[in-house]
């Protein structure tokens, strides 16, 4: 079983995932909203970058600029994704 779908089955299906970027899925995580734990999809920011770099082409600093606005910017309710930096 790949880890996307590990994540999702731990999750009931309620984890949001990162279009694109399944190799930077590093394993599932249980973060506290409220009283209650949700699991998530953790990514490695390491990975992300090597995947913005070399399969769209981006520096290392247009990586981080992307990764910082568009990833770690976003928030989509209790199921986000998080990112870690390794």
Do not use: Q
Not at 23 to 42: F, I, M
Not at 65 to 82: C, D, K, Q, R, W
């Amino acid at each position: 079983m790949d880890m996307k779908t590990f994540i999702s089955e731990l999750s009931d299906g309620e984890a949001l995932f990162i279009d694109g970027f399944d190799n930077a899925l590093l394993h599932p995580c249980h973060v506290w909203h409220g009283s209650s734990a949700v699991t998530v999809a953790a990514y490695s920011h390491n990975r992300l970058i090597d995947i913005l770099c070399s399969r769209d082409g981006m520096s290392i600093e247009d990586a981080e600029e992307y990764i910082s606005f568009n990833i770690l910017g976003a928030y989509m309710g209790t199921h986000t994704p998080v990112v870690l930096f390794d």
